[in-house]
């Protein structure tokens, strides 16, 4: 359901792959996959959530709690 949703909207979705490990190493971050990283406008972590999301709404909610 989620995914044809995602299909019948635009979104921009940042999605990254740091092969070298520079990022990971800049921020701090577990070496895991997956792994969601929520930054704030400024650019700081906001949350790190290693680990799947097995629906939109809980990404939202996870998101929406690491931004308030």
Excluded: N
């Excluded at 800049?26 to 070496?31: C, G, N, Q, V």
């Amino acid at each position: 359901a989620s995914d044809v949703y995602i299909r019948q909207h635009v979104y921009h979705v940042a999605s990254f792959q740091d092969s070298g490990g520079d990022v990971a190493r800049a921020l701090s971050l577990p070496s895991v996959i997956p792994i969601t990283v929520v930054l704030k406008a400024d650019g700081d972590v906001a949350k790190v959530y290693p680990q799947t999301f097995t629906s939109t709404s809980e990404l939202e909610s996870a998101v929406t709690t690491a931004l308030s």
